[in-house]
């Protein structure tokens, strides 16, 4: 019986380090956010001479997709910036209220825009020849409604609707356009999980706590997903 | 034979004038190109407001030539072609 006690209270114990472990403090969450900008920013600026010889139109919204990582990564840190700061659940919590309100809606508002169309650019430099040149408006148009909505309709299960019929759809058009491409590599492996971490990024900072105990393993994936990819930009373009 | 692509029809163009010592005439280079006089127009204007190629004259013969961002682009195409390969761009 002792023996039982004492195994539940260091499996307890045990349980408990590990969530500690999990939980990244503001230290792990900037270094978290300039290790993404700075992948972003690395391809968006390696591709350039590229871009500029080429005019190639993949190349430019590839590149405007990790423009626009950027910009969300910027935002997100901003957001949890905030947070931390002022120690408080959401962004809109802020006092005084009727400032906080505002200040929130519109971080949120540009976060959520430039999330939904770095994800668009992204399957946009792969469906652009598919798809009439006019899609990037639309596009444009379907990011500002979904930020609309996100700032707007403030439920959890909203926000869950919305992210989780975005990656739906995006994962759905890229794996129909790679299957008739036959093409073999592992990108798809590296775009699906950047598809999903970028998700439950998103997601971790509309709904806080959502996904609290895991959120440092979540790092270290998203960030190995950003690594892989800015590996393989500087062994295609020559950079060392 | 399938259809080259554009940026293929480009470094093909880009060859031929530096293949024949940076400098040849427009009509060899439209012969050459095996492209139709319409879009070869479209091309060497295209190449000409990148500033990939220039106009020369040499003895009342306009001549056609090879800028350093034609060079370049010679340089860079097979790193062009392996990217928008790697990432699926399309082209």
């Known amino acids: 019986m002792a023996m039982h006690l004492a195994g539940r209270a260091i499996q307890g114990g045990l349980?408990?380090?590990?969530?500690?472990?999990a939980v990244p403090g503001f230290g792990a969450e900037i270094l978290y956010s300039f290790i993404i900008i700075a992948c972003s920013l690395m391809i968006y600026f390696g591709t350039k001479e590229l871009y500029e010889l080429?005019?190639?139109?993949g190349i430019k919204y590839f590149r405007l997709a990790f423009l626009f990582f950027a910009f969300a990564y910027f935002s997100r840190s901003f957001i949890k910036f905030i947070i931390t700061s002022f120690d408080i659940k959401i962004i809109s919590d802020i006092s005084p209220r009727a400032l906080g309100a505002v200040f929130g809606t519109i971080t949120i508002f540009i976060f959520m825009y430039f999330s939904a169309m770095a994800i668009f650019y992204l399957l946009y430099s792969v469906m652009w020849k598919k798809w009439k040149s006019k899609t990037i408006y639309n596009f444009h148009a379907l990011a500002l409604i979904m930020a609309s909505a996100t700032v707007i309709l403030r439920t959890p299960l909203i926000y869950l609707a919305i992210n989780l019929i975005l990656l739906f759809f995006v994962t759905l058009t890229y794996y129909i356009?790679?299957?008739?491409?036959h093409k073999k590599n592992s990108l798809h492996i590296i775009y699906i999980l950047l598809f999903i971490f970028w998700t439950i990024n998103i997601l971790d900072i509309l709904i806080p706590n959502f996904f609290q105990s895991v959120q440092l393993f979540i790092y270290l994936a998203s960030s190995g997903v950003f690594l892989a990819i800015l590996y393989k930009v500087l062994k295609k373009t020559g950079s060392n | 034979m399938a259809?080259?692509?554009?940026?293929?029809?480009?470094k093909d163009i880009l060859e031929i004038v530096k293949t024949n010592h940076n400098s040849i005439k427009p009509t060899p280079l439209l012969r050459k190109s095996n492209i139709s006089s319409s879009r070869f127009k479209e091309?060497?204007?295209d190449l000409m407001r990148k500033q990939f190629i220039e106009e020369k004259i040499h003895k009342k013969d306009k001549l056609i030539s090879l800028t350093e961002k034609g060079y370049k682009f010679l340089e860079k195409y097979k790193t062009i072609i392996n990217f928008i390969d790697e990432f699926e761009l399309q082209d």
Not at chain 2, 3 to 10: D, H, M, T, V
């Open chain 1, 15 to 21: 349980g408990k380090g590990l969530g500690k472990l």
């Open chain 1, 54 to 57: 080429s005019s190639h139109k």
């Open chain 1, 177 to 181: 356009s790679r299957k008739q491409s």
């Open chain 2, 3 to 10: 259809k080259r692509a554009k940026l293929e029809i480009i």
């Open chain 2, 43 to 45: 091309y060497f204007n």
